[in-house]
């Protein structure tokens, strides 16, 4: 069965940097485009990055841009969300989340049909 | 960016009731919405893709509607398990994806 499993969550203060890891199992790793999705305590899902099944696209959300890096390791089957220059509005549980997709009618229709547990990132001085 | 509108942003409701939770899109995204669900401590879970199509396993209550920029979830008789946290999504710019605010469900 799919398992994706974040690691490296913890308590950092602002400025510094952090990596959160996602071991996948369970599916065929090089195949899916992958994300991270965050959600601070009491609000809703925010989106942050993704990369491409190849590793050859990635977007950023404007908040993190130029602050995270999101990676893939196919030989390991492990996401990695590098975050440097930590704010405390980065507090939030991160998900490691895969992009599924399906053929309706005429078009490919993408979702996120795995996430992981969660792990939380908490920055405070 | 494209902005994504939930109302409202919670209910209360009964078990046996019919909730409809609306998702408005800042321009058309076609038919490239979903729908989560969310309890409290847990990871989100699809039901809905492609603006209406159930997931495998999830209950024949939930339907999802719409196409352009208005969408609709409903649940047709609501259950003590339903209560939730409900966001839509829109995947129809994947790389900039973006979730409606959340409409919590409660018990009236």
């Known amino acids: 069965q799919v398992q994706l499993v974040e690691s490296g969550g913890g308590v950092v203060q602002p400025g510094r940097s952090l990596r959160l890891s996602c071991a996948a199992s369970?599916?065929?790793?090089?195949?899916?485009?992958m994300h991270w999705v965050r959600q601070a305590p009491g609000k809703g899902l925010e989106w942050v990055t993704v990369?491409?099944?190849?590793?050859?696209?990635?977007s950023y959300i404007d908040s993190v841009r130029g602050r995270f890096t999101i990676s893939r390791d196919d030989s390991k089957d492990t996401l990695y969300l590098q975050m440097d220059s930590l704010r405390a509005e980065d507090t939030a549980v991160y998900y490691c989340?895969?992009?599924?997709?399906?053929?309706?009618?005429?078009?490919?229709?993408?979702?996120?049909?795995?996430w992981g547990q969660g792990t939380l990132v908490t920055v405070s001085s | 960016d494209i902005q994504m509108t939930q109302s409202p942003s919670s209910l209360s409701a009964s078990v046996g009731d019919r909730v409809t939770i609306t998702c408005r899109a800042s321009?058309?995204?076609?038919?490239?919405l979903n729908w989560y669900q969310q309890k409290p401590g847990t990871a989100p879970k699809l039901l809905i893709s492609?603006?209406?199509s159930l997931q495998s396993g999830v209950p024949s209550r939930f339907s999802g509607s719409g196409s352009g920029t208005d969408f609709t979830l409903t649940i047709s008789s609501l259950q003590p398990e339903d209560f939730a946290t409900y966001y839509c999504?829109?995947?129809?710019?994947?790389?900039?994806?973006?979730f409606g605010g959340g409409t919590k469900v409660e018990i009236k």
């Open positions: 990369v491409s099944y190849d590793g050859s696209k990635k």
């Open positions: 999504q829109q995947s129809y710019s994947t790389l900039l994806l973006t």
């Open positions: 989340v895969r992009e599924g997709y399906g053929y309706y009618g005429s078009g490919t229709y993408f979702y996120f049909d795995y």
């Open positions: 492609a603006a209406s």
């Open positions: 369970g599916f065929t790793f090089s195949s899916y485009a």
């Open positions: 321009q058309s995204i076609n038919r490239y």
